[in-house]
């Protein structure tokens, strides 16, 4: 099983990146997908949550209207489209699969948010 996040990096306020999280080694097109994060000092949060089909989806409220989670089953892949970026989001991004009591876990990319 691995789950494999790209797309993180350095960027300024108010710009853009979009995370993916490539699967492998499990039926994704079953699991629940989400998107956590972790600030330095600070608890891991959720971010955005896709279910299977890839409806319904849910946000924190700090992300809700600037954050798009989304998935293409057919590439094992779920992507967060990250938009007007603010200091505060930055934090080591998480991808989480999950079905019943199944958990899955990637490494992790940073996103740095600064001028």
């Known amino acids: 099983v691995q789950l494999a996040e790209s797309g993180g990096g350095l960027v300024q306020p108010g710009g853009s990146l979009r995370l993916s999280c490539a699967a492998s080694g499990f039926t994704f097109s079953t699991y629940i997908m989400s998107w956590y994060r972790q600030a330095p000092g600070k608890a891991r949060e959720l971010v955005a949550t896709?279910?299977?089909?890839?409806?319904?989806?849910n946000y924190a409220d700090s992300v809700r209207g600037r954050f798009t989670i989304s998935r293409d089953n057919a590439k094992n892949t779920v992507y967060l489209q990250m938009n007007s970026l603010k200091p505060e989001d930055t934090a080591v991004y998480y991808c989480?699969?999950?079905?019943?009591?199944?958990?899955?876990w990637g490494q992790g990319t940073q996103v740095t948010v600064s001028a």
């Open positions: 989480n699969a999950r079905w019943m009591r199944t958990n899955y």
């Open positions: 896709i279910s299977s089909a890839g409806a319904p989806t």
